[in-house]
């Protein structure tokens, strides 16, 4: 009985050791406890919307990638399948700031593969529309149906002749599938939640201001309708222009430019040198083609990655090709896939090192940058306080339906080097903020603090968003200005400077004229 109480006190007294131990260990933050969370939006795996408990804080950022990404997880990532919760940082300010304007970038969303593999069945994949297939989501029965009013819409040759949905029972190349429709869906619907509180749009809004462009390929366009209709569901068709864009580079009338093709060819030499040094890529593809029965040249040019992540990204066994004679046959594996991958990842990383393509990139994006201060500064202009406004009002909203093409150099020139390379349906996303008026009484409590604030009336600023985070004080033009605390957003003049001037810096130029045609040192 006496051995019994020893050991039920000894029971007791340990307990009560661990719990006080456990409670000095979170008081010294050696083991994390819940933080002080709001409530933020994100998009619920069934097409609606939810709301997330994250850390309560004015400003993201990403998390560094410290270790080597695994080629399969990150391809994973890439695919982008829309089965899972997604937060989003976009509307968020500090209080009674107005938002002035949103400008959007997408790449279009999921797609069959632009290149077949000799000797291989080609993916099976359906690209129809069905409410009745995954993935799906709320809002594409009625997406379908608003679709077969476009004809009432007003389209930029040649968009016209464009299909406004993905139609094939078999997919054609480079074909916009269903998850790709449901991806754009679902970011339009999360952005028509970030920022309804702010009366962005308003209900009666005008033509002249919403702007949507895209280039001419079936997969951007039918992107960019879906996201168009998840963020303004059942829009009036009469009211929108569609624009075409002839260049992947949106470069408009601004697109010539020969130190950025020098730039681009030398960038691709780096390359290919790059994956000629690679041993086990090469011996990789030399076992690949021997499975097919290919010469190794033959299926190098046929792309094979792009196929074998159409397989992944669906769930799909990679392809096989019959056994032979020669003793060729059998499937391709995981493991060349990853080996693929890894050699594509370490391209990235030598691709920043060599600094070529960050210079190739300044000169592709600058036109696309350009537009958008312009149009961020009329915005600006039309929302000062005793000014006539403008009949039908600024472009308050500007939807962008692009290709990886397009977002991985904008990404560059921002100096975003360390962002991932844009999965299907990414977003960049650009907002004009405006601080609220300071009244008589606020000055006179802000006079009494020790810690002043250095925002003044109606002063704008400028946020950036890659895929729902806030990378803002991670570009070029405000990453020294990330430890302002009193601050809490970027001013929109250092972007301004940054596209009209700072940019070519890095080519020893100060304007994009001089940079693209000074002649070759």
């Known amino acids: 009985m006496l051995a019994r109480n020893r050991f039920l006190l000894l029971v007791v007294v340990g307990g009560a050791a661990l719990a006080i131990i456990s409670l000095s260990l979170q008081f010294l933050n050696l083991i994390p406890i819940t ?16 709301v997330a408990q994250g850390k309560s804080r004015k400003r993201v950022f990403p998390v560094p990638h410290t270790q080597e990404p695994d080629p399969i997880s990150e391809a994973y990532g890439y695919c982008n399948t829309p089965n899972r919760t997604e937060q989003a940082w976009e509307g968020h300010s500090p209080a009674d700031y107005k938002l002035l304007s949103v400008q959007v970038m997408i790449r279009h969303g999921d797609r069959y593969p632009l290149y077949s593999i000799p000797k291989t069945k080609r993916p099976t994949i359906d690209c129809t529309l069905s409410v009745s297939r995954k993935p799906s989501h709320s809002l594409l029965k009625s997406f379908i149906s608003h679709m077969g009013q476009g004809g009432r819409g007003h389209w930029e040759s040649p968009l016209s002749s464009v299909p406004r949905l993905p139609n094939h029972s078999a997919c ?3 074909e916009l599938t269903q998850t790709g429709v449901v991806q754009h869906l679902r970011n339009g619907q999360i952005l028509h939640q970030a920022y309804k509180r702010h009366n962005l749009l308003p209900s009666n809004w005008s033509p002249r201001q919403v702007w949507v462009e895209t280039t001419g390929k079936s997969r951007t366009l039918q992107s960019g309708l879906a996201f168009l209709y998840g963020f303004l569901a059942d829009f009036d068709w009469t009211k929108l222009t569609v624009r075409h864009q002839w260049s992947t ?63 992944l990204c669906h769930g799909l066994s ?26 594509q990842l370490d391209d990235e990383v030598d691709r920043r090192k060599a600094g070529l393509y960050h210079k190739y990139a300044i000169l592709a994006a600058y036109p696309y940058l350009n537009r958008t201060a312009t149009k961020m500064e009329r915005v600006a202009k039309g929302s000062e306080a005793g000014r006539q406004p403008r009949a039908g009002g600024e472009e308050v909203f500007t939807l962008s339906s692009a290709h990886d093409v397009t977002m991985a150099p904008l990404l560059s020139a ?3 080097e360390e962002a991932r390379f844009p999965r299907f349906a990414a977003r960049v996303v650009f907002e004009l903020w405006k601080s609220p008026p300071v009244t008589q009484g ?29 990378v803002t004080f991670h570009t070029t033009f405000c990453h020294s200005h990330g430890g302002h605390a009193n601050q809490p957003l970027c001013p ?15 080519i020893n130029a100060t304007s994009y004229q001089e940079a693209c045609y000074r002649r070759a040192g």
Do not use: W
């Open 414 to 416: 921002l100096g975003l």
């Open 35 to 50: 933080p002080v969370v709001e409530e933020r939006p994100f998009q619920a795996a069934n097409g609606g919307v939810g």
């Open 492 to 506: 929109l003049k250092n972007f301004l400077s940054f596209v009209r001037r700072d940019m070519f810096s890095v």
């Open 442 to 470: 606020q000055s006179k409590k802000r006079a009494g603090k020790a810690v002043k604030s250095k925002v003044k009336d109606g002063e704008l600023f400028i946020r950036v968003l890659y895929n729902g985070e806030d």
């Open 172 to 174: 054609e190349m480079g």
């Open 318 to 343: 990679f392809p096989c090709a019959p056994m032979a004679d020669s003793g060729s046959g059998g499937c391709l594996t995981m493991a060349q896939f990853a080996v693929i991958r890894r050699q």
């Open 249 to 311: 580079l949106f470069c408009g009338s601004a697109c010539d430019c020969p130190a950025r093709n020098r730039y681009l060819e030398e960038e691709q030499r780096r390359q290919y040198r790059l994956r000629v040094a690679d041993t086990e890529l090469e011996r990789t593809y030399v076992e690949m083609a021997r499975t097919l029965g290919l010469p190794t040249r033959q299926l190098r040019a046929a792309n094979p990655i792009d196929s074998l992540l159409c397989h």
